[in-house]
């Protein structure tokens, strides 16, 4: 079971990107998805997340900006983000609460990082 994140780039601010994040292997159930990043020198911090039916939470430094959907048929999750600022330039990791094919609990996946660099 793992998590393939993608849609990382360069852009410029006020510009727009459009993470994806595709959960494979033997999955019996998803519960939370979510996107978190983490910024040279800084911790790692959430950005946004959504249950399996669709309840969101986002953190206030993008509220209105970003948007966090995502696709159960498909076992992926997108983060949607729109104007973006020079400050939101940090690697951005996928998460989700798994349970594997033949497992009896909740087991916490992370994604590899995806880099999104936005330029002033």
């Known amino acids: 079971v793992q998590l393939q994140a993608s849609g990382g780039g360069l852009v410029q601010s006020g510009g727009s990107l459009r993470l994806s994040c595709a959960a494979s292997g033997s999955i019996f159930s998803i519960n939370i998805m979510g996107w978190y990043r983490q910024a040279p020198g800084k911790q790692r911090e959430l950005v946004a997340l959504?249950?399996?039916?669709?309840?969101?939470n986002y953190a206030d430094s993008v509220k209105g900006r970003f948007t966090i959907s995502r696709d159960n048929s498909k076992n992926t999750v997108y983060l949607q983000m729109n104007s973006l600022k020079p400050e939101d330039t940090a690697s951005y990791y996928c998460n989700a609460d798994m349970v594997p094919l033949g497992g009896r609990s909740w087991y916490n996946y992370w994604g590899q990082g995806t880099l999104v660099t936005v330029s002033s």
């Open positions: 959504i249950t399996r039916g669709g309840d969101t």
